[in-house]
């Protein structure tokens, strides 16, 4: 498959239409010594540059952006020269794609030559390179990244993202078909940015598209898949935008899995607009645990099927069963009892997972039970994690050997502790410990 763009400027502008389109406001790391260094360097032999895609959205809705990109028609090798000349670490990032990273200070610039793809297979593109910025931001993937700016904060918008991002559009750059045939994971990123910038109704051209090229999904890695899938469950609106991904049929091509989107939506209110007290962010794999509601062998499958970290597997097993959780009218005695046993992240995960099963199991929860999990909720993240106060060396100061008794009157002992509700003091287990046997090879 090959694609192409227009060269630079062919349309005529008129008077009103006339780049640039728009003025940057204040904005903090345009003035950074680092960004201006990085600018100067890049422009030291009258070349020019700006910045590109999402630092440019990112500041027009006051936002701090994660990277810092920049553009240039100059191919890699002066790219180099020119950091270099300047005294600016260089890190040949991606090459093959034009793409260099200047690191100064604490903070990195990726640097990309201007491109046009050659060709392209649904996951990887051939490219060449341009001195054409029209041409460059006619291979994004959406009007709202297809956004540049000048180092004095002048921006240029060829495909209307400006007004989309007012709108909270997201609109695929030219036809969604050709944009998603040249890379399947512009379906999952669809949704992403939609999750993130976009206001209903969605683009029912982007979704046709999406519906009808959904099975390409299944060509993509799982880690590439799993990053979107995450990206879309820390946003708000990862309810809704899952729903709108199973109604085009894309949600069974990566997690089919999910159902519970009731309880996830009670989660998600409790997290950001419910009363539970600071402490609690949002959390993408406790979100997957909630839409999930299944069982822990389905979620280490999942889990293994969306390559995901060996702690974040961890959990979502854990999370997929929640009979452990204390009951909320057990008071502090169970809560001590379930943070000794599970740990402190552990038990408020589930006590938010069960709240939200309940929620959506009963629409409203009666205002006492409401305050039984809130107080629960507010005792899991302020008791102190309570510690077992005895260790084996105590009973082999008091007359045991090493083995099979010690460990059993151990776990004897740990028993009465949290049966105590965790209040037991070292003197007070100690003064109930049982005599050991005479005969070591006993009971």
Request: charged content about 25%; some cysteine; hydrophobic content about 40%.
């Amino acid at each position: 498959m090959t694609a192409s763009a227009p060269e630079e400027p062919r349309r005529v502008w008129s008077r009103r239409e006339r780049p640039p389109w728009g003025q940057l406001g204040p904005v903090p790391w345009l003035s950074w010594p680092e960004t201006r260094a990085v600018v100067d360097a890049l422009q030291a032999e009258g070349s020019t540059v700006r910045f590109v895609g999402g630092c440019v959205r990112d500041a027009l809705l006051g936002v701090m952006p994660r990277d810092i990109d920049l553009a240039t028609p100059d191919p890699p090798d002066t790219v180099i020269h020119l950091l270099e000349q300047a005294g600016l670490r260089c890190i040949p990032t991606g090459l093959q794609h034009g793409t260099v990273t200047a690191r100064v200070g604490d903070h990195s610039f990726e640097i990309t030559t201007l491109r046009e793809d050659v060709e392209t297979d649904g996951r990887h593109a051939v490219v060449k390179w341009s001195s054409c910025w029209m041409a460059d931001a006619a291979r994004r993937d959406f009007t709202i990244n297809a956004l540049s700016a000048t180092p004095d904060g002048a921006v240029y918008d060829y495909f209307d993202g400006l007004e989309h991002l007012s709108h909270g559009r997201v609109v695929f750059v030219g036809r969604p078909m050709q944009r998603i045939a040249e890379d399947w994971l512009r379906i999952l990123r669809f949704f992403r940015f939609y999750a993130r910038f976009g206001r209903p109704p969605a683009s029912a051209g982007a979704l046709s598209a999406c519906q009808a090229l959904a099975p390409h999904l299944k060509e993509l890695s799982a880690e590439r898949i799993r990053d979107e899938l995450i990206g879309i469950l820390e946003t708000p609106a990862c309810t809704d935008v899952l729903l709108l991904m199973r109604g085009a049929r894309v949600l069974e091509q990566v997690l089919p899995e999910a159902g519970a989107f009731g309880r996830l939506r009670q989660l998600v209110f409790l997290e950001t607009r419910g009363l539970v007290m600071d402490g609690v962010e949002p959390d993408p794999v406790r979100r997957l645990a909630a839409v999930l509601h299944t069982d822990p062998h389905t979620a280490m499958q999942v889990a293994r099927r969306l390559r995901l970290s060996s702690h974040q597997m961890q959990r979502l097993s854990v999370l997929s069963d929640i009979t452990p959780c204390p009951d909320p009218d057990g008071g502090e005695p169970l809560l001590l009892q379930a943070l000794f046993s599970l740990g402190r992240k552990t038990v408020v995960d589930m006590i938010l997972l069960v709240w939200s099963s309940e929620r959506d199991g009963e629409h409203r929860l009666c205002p006492r039970r409401s305050a039984l999990w809130q107080r629960a909720l507010d005792l899991a993240l302020s008791l102190p994690v309570p510690s077992f106060p005895l260790k084996g060396r105590d009973l082999l100061a008091n007359g045991y050997r090493s083995g099979p008794l010690l460990g059993q009157e151990l776990a004897r002992l740990q028993g009465e502790w949290l049966h105590s509700g965790c209040r037991l003091d070292r003197a007070a287990l100690l003064s109930s410990l049982r005599p050991p046997s005479p005969d070591p090879e006993a009971g």
